[in-house]
């Protein structure tokens, strides 16, 4: 399985597993599955950071290479699908996220109760 983790999994993954659903939980640990953290995670990180809004004590790239998980760039066929996704969500990110999701036949690991109105692969 291919899997694109919200923002706020990849930080449990690093800090608080104990947070995670046990599907998605089990899901990252298993070798077989492909783990991507999205581009546009990276940047709400280091832009909450930068404003205050999070504190992180770490470089998410070289966390998302430690942890052995797959980067994923933000790709024309990602922003052309954010196009046309509805207004279900407002956050930004949230929504570039399912974009990618959807244009690259990703299954995305998130809590967020939002994500089941979206026509997405959802795990969680």
């Known amino acids: 399985m291919k899997i694109l983790l919200d923002t706020h999994v990849f930080l449990w993954a690093l800090s ?6 046990p599907a998605i939980r089990s899901a990252i640990e298993l070798p077989s599955n492909q783990v991507f953290v999205s581009a546009m995670t990276v940047a ?14 770490f470089d998410p790239v070289e ?3 430690r942890l052995g998980f797959e980067r ?8 052309r699908r954010l196009g046309t996704l509805p207004f279900h969500h407002r956050d930004p990110f949230d929504r570039m996220l399912i974009a990618q999701a ?10 967020d109760p939002i994500f089941v109105r979206y026509d997405c692969k959802l795990l969680g």
Do not use: N, T, W, Y
Not at 44 to 55: D, N, P, T, Y
Not at 72 to 79: G, I
């Open 102 to 111: 959807i244009a690259h036949d990703l299954s995305i690991a998130s809590h």
């Open 63 to 65: 966390m998302i290479d």
């Open 72 to 79: 994923l760039d933000f790709s024309v066929l990602a922003a």
């Open 16 to 21: 608080e597993p104990e947070k995670l659903r």
């Open 44 to 57: 709400e990180i280091v832009i909450k950071e930068s404003i205050g809004k999070l504190a992180v004590r």
